[in-house]
Nanobody
Framework: QVQLVESGGGLVQAGGSLRLSCAAS????????MGWYRQTPGKQRELVAQ???????YYADSVKGRFTISRDNAKNTVYLQMNSLKPEDTAVYYC??????????WGQGTQVTVSS
């Protein structure tokens, strides 16, 4: 059974930083592509950052240069370091695991609120 548990969200002032963590279980973590998505009310969930099993990364244009995704395969954990946060980064952030055999899995989400 695949489980993804996020932590690290909260309230921060504009310009501040937060680090999100996502602990995975039930998968062969090291080979899977992991990602962070975010969603605000009335909008579609959007991809923020992604990291492959080989360590290749992808970032949405809106977060390039400010966010960094990383993974610790020994801890089955993926991180999202968010710096220079802006009010428009306010959203619920979801951890995602994409398995070639069975598709997408999601965490429960963690709220990030950036005040101006």
């Amino acid at each position: 059974q695949v489980q993804l548990v996020e932590s690290g969200g909260g309230l921060v002032q504009a310009g501040g930083s937060l680090r999100l963590s996502c602990a995975a279980s039930g998968i062969i973590f090291s080979v899977n592509t992991m990602g962070w998505y975010r969603q605000t009310p009335g909008k579609q969930r959007e991809l923020v950052a992604q990291i492959t099993g080989a360590g290749r990364t992808y970032y949405a244009d809106s977060v390039k240069g400010r966010f960094t995704i990383s993974r610790d395969n020994a801890k089955n954990t993926v991180y999202l370091q968010m710096n220079s946060l802006k009010p428009e980064d306010t959203a619920v952030y979801y951890c995602n695991a994409f398995l070639m055999s069975s598709g997408d899995y999601w965490g429960q989400g963690t709220q990030v609120t950036v005040s101006s």
